[in-house]
């Protein structure tokens, strides 16, 4: 909790600085205009990755074009582990700072988020905090994550359907790991699943750290007398928890426990921003937060 709040700490008081130092440069001068896109994921640290990472900046650049486009990541751990290896990457915090060093006078920022929970209660939080500081944009909007009206549920049942294994056979199960939480929008992934199973029951949405967790997966597919499954991450990126707790040698990994109940499970390692049909439906939630701009 210590550390927590030292880094919340840290945090607002670079936010500060960067603002001061913005306010002082640009003392009685009216900014002009000038529009910016955030796109804010969790992050990863494994370089293929960056494959997810390429796919929304590609999308972004192509859907705006002439629009500045900036990253932010969401997890600390993420950021110190990279900035050990020499990659600076800024929080939300720092970036809308340095946005709004920069002249920046209206940005977009988009949740690459899968559901509305804790993650992305805190990026709203953060976008709050600027409202009314000196020299911060004037105006910033927040695009929703993957999920959160029904009718981005309709569209993300029908992307996941569309984006299941090709050579899937007969009787073989679709799993696939969310990370999940305690909040309340943990009920999506479950919710999901279920108007999916409405079109093809062989298809099961698990989490790390929410319900449905594997237990339960792993009961539901013995009802089916399933033999094999495809295991694929409900994740924007295909990182640690896809390669680790789900696709790991590791004992306790999915794979693993799957295998061991006497299923085969055949891994695949892509993140749901690699594909375009997910990768469509952030996008039509940034460009909701590019005409609040206007």
């Known amino acids: 909790m210590q550390k927590k709040s030292l880094a919340v700490f840290l945090s607002l008081a670079f936010l500060f600085i960067a603002l001061a130092g913005a306010q002082a440069s640009g003392h009685g001068k009216e900014k002009p205009p000038k529009k910016g896109i955030l796109l804010v994921v969790f992050g ?7 494959a997810a990472f390429n796919a929304i900046a590609q999308k972004t650049a192509a859907l705006f074009p002439g629009v500045p486009v900036r990253f932010a990541y969401t997890s600390h751990i993420i950021r110190e582990k990279l900035a050990k290896e020499g990659k600076a990457l800024e929080s939300p915090a720092q970036a809308l700072a340095n946005m709004a060093n920069d002249g920046f006078t209206h940005v ?32 910033i909007t927040v695009g929703a994550p993957l999920l959160n009206t029904q009718e981005d549920m309709d569209k993300a049942a029908k992307a996941l359907l569309a984006t299941l294994p090709k050579t899937r056979k007969p009787g ?29 029951s062989g298809v099961f949405i698990g989490t790390v750290e929410g319900y ?83």
């Open 212 to 294: 449905p967790g594997p237990d339960e997966i792993l009961a539901a597919l013995k009802k089916q007398d399933v033999k094999k499954i495809w295991l694929m991450p409900f994740m924007s990126v295909a990182g640690d928890h896809a390669k680790n707790d789900m696709a790991g040698d590791e004992e306790d990994s999915w794979k693993s426990r799957f295998t061991k109940a006497g299923l085969s499970c055949e891994p695949v390692l892509k993140g749901t921003a690699e594909y375009p049909e997910f990768l469509d439906i952030w996008m039509a939630h940034l460009a909701s937060a590019v005409k609040e701009l206007e």
């Open 44 to 50: 990863s640290t494994h370089p293929e990755a960056q």
């Open 108 to 139: 977009a920022v988009q949740s690459f988020h899968t559901i509305p929970g804790k993650e992305f209660h805190d990026l709203l939080s953060v976008v709050r905090g600027f409202h009314g500081m000196p020299d911060a944009p004037q105006k």
């Open 172 to 200: 073989e199960a679709v799993v696939l790991m969310g990370h999940g939480t305690p909040h309340p929008a943990n009920a999506m992934y479950p919710a999901l699943m279920w108007q999916t199973q409405q079109t093809d």
